[in-house]
C-alpha cells in the first residue's frame, strides 16, 4: 500500500462516505473512469475505519448521552438498526456481484440523485424543533437503510430523505442519520474484517496515512453536509449524483 494510493483514496473515501454521493459508486467508477488502481481490501477496511473515527469525533457528545441520560434515542438508534441485520446477512452476498457493472452504479446514482431532490424539497418545509422521535419513524429511517448495500446509493442519503419524509426536523435527521452510521459501520467493518482473515498484511506508513486523513477529510465533509441540509441545498448534491451517473452509464455501454 504506498502512501501515494493511501492519500488519494482517504481523500475519496472521506469525502464520499459523508456527503450522500455514495462512497461505494465513487471507489467503484473512479477507478474504472481515470485508470486508477482499485484500493485493495485492507485499504478499504483502513478507510472505513477512519471515517468511523471522524464520526466518533464529531458525534462525541451524543454518544455520551446515548449511554448516559439519552437511552430513549439509543433504544431507537438499536430500533433503527435491525433491519439492517438480516438484509446484510442475506442479501450481501447476491447484491455483491453487482459492484463488478459500473452501468449498475451508474444508473443508482441517478436514483440516488432522485432520493436527494426529495430530501430537498421535504427539508424546505420540515419541522423546526419539532417533538421527540418515535418508534415508528426511527424504524422507517433503518427500513431504507439497506438500499445502501446497492453501488450507487448513498446510506447517508437514504435514511436523511427518510427521515425527512417522517417528519423530523432537518438537522434531527441529520444526527440520528449519523448515530446510525455507526452500528452499521462496526457491523460492515466486522464483515470485512472476516473476509480479510486470511490476507497477510503488517502495518504500513500507508496504513496509517490512510486511517488519520480519511478521519480528517470526514470531519470536513460532515461539517459541509451540516450546512448543506441546514440551508436546505441538498439539490445540488442531487445534481451531482445525476450527472455523475449519466456520464457512467454513456462511458460505459
Given at each position: ?29 473512479i477507478p474504472r ?53 438480516p438484509a446484510g ?133 460532515l461539517k459541509f ?29
Amino acid at each position: 500500500m504506498s502512501i501515494t494510493s493511501a492519500i488519494v483514496w482517504a481523500v475519496i473515501q472521506g469525502i464520499t462516505e459523508f456527503v450522500p454521493v455514495s462512497s461505494d459508486g465513487h471507489l467503484m467508477i473512479i477507478p474504472r473512469l481515470l485508470g486508477l488502481e482499485a484500493p485493495d481490501l485492507i485499504l478499504t477496511i483502513v478507510l472505513h475505519a477512519g471515517t468511523f473515527i471522524s464520526v466518533a469525533i464529531f458525534f462525541w457528545r451524543d454518544i455520551i448521552a446515548l449511554f448516559t441520560y439519552d437511552k430513549r434515542r439509543l433504544a431507537l438508534v438499536a430500533v433503527a438498526t435491525l433491519p439492517l441485520l438480516p438484509a446484510g446477512l442475506f442479501l450481501a452476498g447476491r447484491i455483491e456481484p453487482l459492484f463488478g457493472y459500473p452501468r449498475v452504479a451508474g444508473w443508482m446514482l441517478v436514483i440516488n440523485g432522485v432520493i436527494l431532490f426529495i430530501a430537498h424539497a421535504r427539508s424546505r418545509v420540515a419541522a423546526v424543533g419539532g417533538g421527540r422521535m418515535s418508534v415508528w419513524q426511527a424504524l422507517i429511517i433503518g427500513l431504507v437503510q439497506p438500499l445502501a448495500l446497492l453501488p450507487g446509493i448513498s446510506r447517508s442519503g437514504t435514511t436523511i430523505a427518510a427521515g425527512l419524509c417522517a417528519g423530523i426536523e432537518k438537522e434531527e435527521a441529520f444526527r440520528f442519520s449519523f448515530l446510525l452510521f455507526l452500528p452499521a459501520s462496526l457491523l460492515a467493518l466486522l464483515y470485512s474484517v472476516k473476509e480479510a482473515y486470511a490476507v497477510h498484511y503488517s502495518l504500513s506508513a500507508g496504513m496509517i496515512v490512510g486511517v488519520l486523513l480519511s478521519a480528517v477529510v470526514g470531519l470536513g465533509a460532515l461539517k459541509f453536509l451540516f450546512e448543506i441540509i441546514k440551508r436546505s441545498k441538498l439539490h445540488l448534491l442531487g445534481l451531482y449524483c445525476i450527472a455523475i451517473g449519466v456520464v457512467t452509464l454513456c462511458v460505459f455501454r
